[in-house]
């Protein structure tokens, strides 16, 4: 998914859910995104965090 994309399907899920979630690029080269309690990979491959609270 191109990093637009991935952006918007990231804050949507962060205000859908209000959990902190993770944009992160995959071993292909994709960017993913996850709720960041549910991620366990390498803390080097996270692009950014949205968390809904921060103000």
């Known amino acids: 998914m191109s990093a ?8 949507s899920l962060a ?3 209000m959990a902190t979630v993770v ?3 995959a071993g292909d ?3 993913s ?3 960041a309690t549910e991620y366990d990979g390498d803390e080097a491959a996270i692009v950014r965090e949205i968390d809904p ?3």
Do not use: D, K, N
Not at 4 to 11: G, K, R, T
């Open 4 to 11: 637009q994309i991935a952006h918007a399907f990231a804050f």
């Open 15 to 17: 205000t859908t859910l």
């Open 23 to 25: 944009i992160f690029r």
């Open 29 to 31: 080269g994709t960017l």
């Open 33 to 35: 995104v996850i709720p």
């Open 53 to 55: 609270f921060a103000s």
